[in-house]
């Protein structure tokens, strides 16, 4: 199918481009389009007017300092996945970047992009969310921030507004004593997962002081779940049984043509269990707590 009639506008500023916003509310933002484009194709979305923020100065930057990550709106998957500042600050980025799509769409795709989506099968709506990020928007009244917990409204809705343009995700660094993991299950590496699981544990010696798991393509939205209590301070079969539980008390699990409800149930016990045991070890191994 074609898309449906849209005027095109590709404005060279970013007063211009929430100009073009403010004054058209069937208008909307084209990045990367690794998303938008499908949609328009297919009909299932139909923008009156396409304002194309690519000729936008200043937008494809991926910064790390001593907080965190800042990538700009123009910034590739690519890019944030090649760089290794990304890697060393926050290295759960980069894991999860690593399944995002297939390498032509990393290319054009922006993470940025793919977090305003709010699409809960992606991974990086997740990442932001179980490490408590936020994104910068901006429109003609100014800018504001978004706390990562307040930015998704519902299935592939988040809470920006008509007229505002995300220009900036902010990732924070890993903490002291803090690691990571990452794992999902996919039909073919680079297709959208039947089940993911990005963790977050922070450990004080070998006791586990907090621990945070986010889970995607298993409920309408990034849902994150802290575990800590379940884990009761170790990671043991059973605790990590426990936690694998307790985030299923806040899950939805569905069936759709790909798995079962029942199935993305068991995805997310196995791999809760081996995300929390990989970020632990992680933790401790940063730590220096010998093995």
Do not use: W
């Not at 690519?78 to 032509?104: C, I, N, Y």
């Not at 996919?186 to 070998?206: E, P």
């Not at 301070?233 to 985030?247: F, H, L, P």
């Not at 809760?272 to 970020?279: F, H, K, N, Q, S």
């Amino acid at each position: 199918m074609k898309p449906a009639p849209f005027a095109y506008c590709r404005p060279g500023s970013l007063t211009d481009a929430v100009a073009a916003l403010a004054d058209d509310l069937g208008a909307k933002v084209l990045a990367g389009g690794q998303s938008l484009v499908p949609l328009l194709s297919m009909r299932l979305a139909a923008p009156s007017t396409l304002v194309d923020i690519n000729g936008l100065p200043d937008l494809d930057h991926v910064r790390v300092d001593e907080t965190g990550v800042h990538v700009g709106a123009l910034a590739r998957h690519a890019d944030v996945l090649g760089s290794t500042d990304v890697r060393r600050v926050q290295p759960l980025v980069s894991l999860a970047l690593e399944h995002v799509a297939h390498a032509t769409i990393r290319n054009r795709g922006t993470t940025v992009g793919s977090i305003v989506h709010a699409d809960a099968a992606a991974e990086m709506p997740m990442v932001i969310s179980v490490l408590g990020g936020s994104v910068e928007v901006a429109s003609v009244s100014g800018s504001r921030t978004i706390p990562a917990d307040e930015l998704y409204a519902g299935p592939l809705e988040s809470t920006l507004r008509h007229d505002e343009i995300a220009v900036q995700a902010f990732f924070p660094a890993l903490a002291p004593g803090e690691g990571v993991g990452f794992e999902e299950v996919a039909r073919r590496h680079g297709d959208y997962a039947l089940a993911g699981v990005g963790a977050v544990v922070r450990v004080d010696g070998d006791a586990v002081a907090s621990a945070r798991v986010g889970f995607l393509s298993v409920s309408d939205t990034p849902t994150v779940v802290d575990v800590t209590e379940a884990l009761g301070g170790v990671v043991s079969t059973s605790s990590t049984a426990a936690a694998g539980e307790r985030a299923l008390a806040e899950l939805d699990p569905a069936d759709d043509v790909h798995a079962t409800a029942s199935y993305r149930a068991q995805l997310v016990r196995v791999l809760t269990a081996r995300v929390l045991r990989a970020a632990y070890d992680d933790a401790r191994a940063r730590a220096g707590v010998p093995a």
